[in-house]
């Protein structure tokens, strides 16, 4: 066999093995991200008492998420779910889960979309709202978006380093997202009667929610972190999600690793048989 012929064939050997077992990893991490959105659960209901938090499969009794005792200003981490149909529900503290929920909403997770579903207004007035949260922002900026869960405070406007960017947002509203570039400033948020300074750290790439709650001693601000850049998943979202359906794929190396030793090996065994030189034939005497 030509020496040349064999190496091509060798090296094309090991080439297969390494894109064959490549192609199942990508594959399967295209496939889980594509059928994958995202939740969080806020109560920002100022004069709402604490309250069980329920998430449902569409048609399934059984809960899948229950958040117990949930006060004003707690927002959950992201937790992943199939994409598909969700009933979230409210109870009060402590009541069985049999009780007729407060106030319930209907999610449609899309793959690949994140959403907040937050209590809002007053406690006569009290609704579910489902917001759709954006995850990615124009190259090399920040997007920021306002939740105005004040009672005490009517309506607030947000300054951004001294620039207006969001004006009379009015209490249990949720504005739209706003572009700023990269910076660490002082955002404030005044009311009819305060105001409340807070300096944030915006990194380029990430998406924040700014929460105004109502302190023990006047305004409040949380800076809730959406997504960190990635564009692909919220920040603080959880590997697993609600019980960790992600098949466990094990890495190619070792055996790529395997496969090419053993071909290298057979490679410079073939060429030491095909370089040694013949033996000579003895010739008569």
Same mark, same amino acid.
């Given at each position: 066999?030509?020496?040349?012929?064999?190496?091509?064939?060798?090296?094309?050997?090991?080439?297969?093995?390494?894109?064959?077992?490549?192609?199942?990893?990508?594959?399967?991490?295209?496939?889980? &991200?594509?059928?994958?959105?995202?939740?969080?659960?806020?109560?920002?209901?100022?004069?709402?008492?604490?309250?069980?938090?329920?998430?449902? &499969?569409?048609?399934?009794?059984?809960?899948?998420?229950?958040?117990?005792?949930?006060?004003?200003?707690?927002?959950?981490?992201?937790?992943?779910?199939?994409?598909?149909?969700?009933?979230?529900?409210?109870?009060?503290?402590?009541?069985?889960?049999?009780?007729?929920?407060?106030?319930?909403? &209907?999610?449609?997770?899309?793959?690949? /979309?994140?959403?907040?579903?937050?209590?809002?207004?007053?406690?006569?007035?009290?609704? *579910?709202?489902?917001?759709?949260?954006?995850?990615?922002?124009?190259?090399?900026?920040?997007?920021?978006?306002?939740?105005?869960?004040?009672?005490?405070?009517?309506?607030?406007?947000?300054?951004?380093?001294?620039? @207006?960017?969001?004006?009379?947002?009015?209490?249990?509203?949720?504005?739209?997202?706003?572009?700023?570039?990269?910076?660490?400033?002082?955002?404030?948020?005044?009311?009819?009667?305060?105001?409340?300074?807070? %300096?944030?750290? *915006?990194?380029?790439? %990430?998406?924040?929610?700014?929460?105004?709650?109502?302190?023990?001693?006047?305004?409040?601000?949380?800076?809730?972190?959406?997504?960190?850049?990635?564009?692909?998943?919220?920040?603080?979202?959880?590997? %697993?999600?609600?019980?960790?359906?992600?098949?466990?794929?094990? &890495?190619?190396?070792?055996?790529?690793? *395997?496969?090419?030793? /053993?071909?290298?090996?057979?490679?410079?065994?073939?060429?030491?048989?095909?370089?040694? @030189?013949?033996?000579?034939?003895?010739?008569?005497?």
């Amino acid at each position: 066999m030509n020496i040349q012929r064999f190496i091509r064939r060798a090296i094309l050997l090991m080439a297969v093995p390494a894109l064959l077992l490549g192609i199942p990893k990508v594959a399967s991490a295209a496939t889980a &991200s594509a059928g994958t959105g995202w939740v969080r659960l806020a109560h920002l209901s100022p004069n709402t008492p604490a309250v069980d938090v329920y998430l449902y &499969s569409f048609g399934d009794a059984s809960a899948e998420q229950v958040l117990h005792h949930v006060g004003y200003g707690v927002v959950s981490p992201y937790e992943a779910l199939a994409a598909g149909e969700y009933t979230v529900a409210m109870r009060a503290a402590g009541a069985a889960a049999t009780t007729k929920p407060v106030l319930s909403a &209907s999610l449609n997770v899309a793959p690949g /979309g994140a959403y907040t579903v937050a209590g809002l207004g007053p406690e006569t007035g009290l609704r *579910l709202q489902v917001t759709s949260d954006q995850l990615a922002t124009p190259p090399g900026k920040v997007l920021v978006r306002v939740i105005q869960a004040s009672l005490q405070q009517h309506e607030v406007s947000v300054t951004w380093n001294g620039q @207006p960017t969001v004006t009379n947002l009015p209490f249990g509203s949720v504005s739209s997202y706003q572009v700023a570039s990269p910076a660490t400033a002082t955002l404030r948020v005044a009311g009819e009667s305060e105001s409340a300074d807070s %300096t944030i750290t *915006l990194a380029a790439g %990430t998406v924040h929610t700014i929460v105004v709650l109502d302190g023990p001693k006047g305004l409040m601000l949380d800076n809730f972190l959406d997504a960190a850049g990635s564009g692909d998943m919220p920040a603080g979202a959880a590997a %697993t999600g609600y019980g960790g359906t992600a098949p466990w794929m094990p &890495s190619p190396m070792p055996w790529l690793y *395997l496969i090419g030793t /053993g071909l290298l090996l057979a490679v410079a065994g073939g060429l030491g048989i095909r370089l040694r @030189p013949r033996p000579r034939g003895r010739h008569a005497a």
